[in-house]
Structure formats: structure tokens, C-alpha cells
T-cell receptor
Framework: EDQVTQSPEALRLQEGESSSLNCSYT??????LFWYRQDPGKGPEFLFT?????EEKEKERLKATLTKKESFLHITAPKPEDSATYLC??????????WGAGTKLIIKP | GAGVSQSPSNKVTEKGKDVELRCDPI?????LYWYRQSLGQGLEFLIY????????KSGLPSDRFSAERTGGSVSTLTIQRTQQEDSAVYLC????????????FGNGTRLTVT
């Protein structure tokens, strides 16, 4: 069965304290792995798409990596404005996405 | 450019009433999704439209839920005889379609059934 698991459920960091969020997946025929950021009261905002193992993408303090079993979202020297829930989703068929439950990231000043 | 627009942003209704939620996708996006998000839960797939193809309704939780997409653009999600368990945020997303195209979400409609 296709499945996506994100860990940890919640992560509290001090400003400037780097860390990583994990997205583990089991899916047959990966067509893409997506990372989104969701702020309270807002819809998810697209961050990255990764298509194949070994691929990496960066945006400001965020870097996403992909292996055959998992993806990491590395956050370097985070700021309070990076606080949000980060969602991971994988696409196996032409359109169906399988979503993780998210990691709530809190960055304390 | 304009993003995905959803209305209303908030809706409070009495149990048993019908509600309609509206979604205006990004112009040119052929794919449109509806999801439901309950507090602390992941995104629950409801329905998918792609161009003129028959929609995938496999995620609709009961026959009280229906959706249509007129002219390949605006979509309406209708919930009949609302129940308290229908309370959630309903999110709409659109994409260019095809494998690997990212979804662009609206800010959702928060539905509260009293």
C-alpha cells in the first residue's frame, strides 16, 4: 500500500539552530515528491518538486533531498518566519497525491 | 498573477442545511482538486477534475457530497443535509495537469456545522 510518513510531528528549534524534517514513503512508480509549507489559516504553498533519487533543490534556508525511500527538508539557520507546518506528498499515478500528516515547525527567537 | 480563489472563506451553517463552496482556479490550469482538512489531520482527497474527462469522485465520503466544474474553470462543491462531522476546511487546488505538476492551493473555506 502506498504510504507517506512524516517525522517528527512537531519540532521546536531556537533561531539559528539547523535541523531536518523527514518524509518516508513507499510507493510504486514515483512520479514526483512535493514539499509544501502551510501557515495557519492558509492553503499549502508549493516549495519543491523532486523527481529522482539524488536530486536536490534549494530555496533560501531550505534544501530538499531525495533518496529511493525518503526525502529530507533541511533548514539552515532558521528564523521565526520559517515557523509553519511542512507537508510532504508523493505522486504515484497520473494525478493522485498521497499526503503525509505534516511536521509543525516552531522557531523561537 | 491571480492565484486560486475560494469563497466564502468562512461558512457557519445549521445541521441539515445545504452549502455550496466555490473555487476559481488559476487560468489555464486544466486539473482541479478538492481536499478536506480536519484539525491536525492530513489532506483528504475528495474529487479530481481534468479537462473534459469524467471526474474521479472516489474520495467523496457520502452521496451528500457532489461537485461540478463548469466550462473547465469554476468548480462548486455542494454538501447536502450537512452534519457536524462535515466541519472542516475545504481546500481547492489547481495544476497544469500531467505527472509531476505542482498543485496551487486556495486558502480554503472553513465550514462549521452547528
Amino acid at each position: 500500500e502506498d504510504q507517506v510518513t512524516q517525522s517528527p510531528e512537531a519540532l521546536r528549534l531556537q533561531e539559528g539552530e539547523s535541523s531536518s524534517l523527514n518524509c518516508s514513503y513507499t510507493v510504486s512508480g514515483l512520479r514526483g515528491l512535493f514539499w509544501y509549507r502551510q501557515d495557519p489559516g492558509k492553503g499549502p504553498e508549493f516549495l519543491f518538486t523532486l523527481y529522482s533519487a539524488g536530486e536536490e533543490k534549494e530555496k533560501e534556508r531550505l534544501k530538499a533531498t531525495l533518496t529511493k525511500k525518503e526525502s529530507f527538508l533541511h533548514i539552515t539557520a532558521p528564523k521565526p518566519e520559517d515557523s509553519a507546518t511542512y507537508l510532504c506528498a508523493v505522486q504515484a499515478s497520473n494525478y493522485q497525491l498521497i499526503w503525509g500528516a505534516g511536521t509543525k515547525l516552531i522557531i523561537k527567537p | 498573477g491571480a492565484g486560486v480563489s475560494q469563497s466564502p472563506s468562512n461558512k457557519v451553517t445549521e445541521k441539515g442545511k445545504d452549502v455550496e463552496l466555490r473555487c476559481d482556479p488559476i487560468s489555464g490550469h486544466t486539473a482541479l482538486y478538492w481536499y478536506r482538512q480536519s484539525l491536525g489531520q492530513g489532506l483528504e482527497f475528495l474529487i479530481y477534475f481534468q479537462g473534459n474527462s469524467a471526474p474521479d469522485k472516489s474520495g467523496l465520503p457520502s452521496d451528500r457530497f457532489s461537485a461540478e466544474r463548469t466550462g473547465g474553470s469554476v468548480s462548486t462543491l455542494t454538501i447536502q443535509r450537512t452534519q457536524q462531522e462535515d466541519s472542516a476546511v475545504y481546500l481547492c487546488a489547481s495544476s497544469l495537469g500531467g505527472g509531476g505538476s505542482p498543485l496551487h492551493f486556495g486558502n480554503g473555506t472553513r465550514l462549521t456545522v452547528t
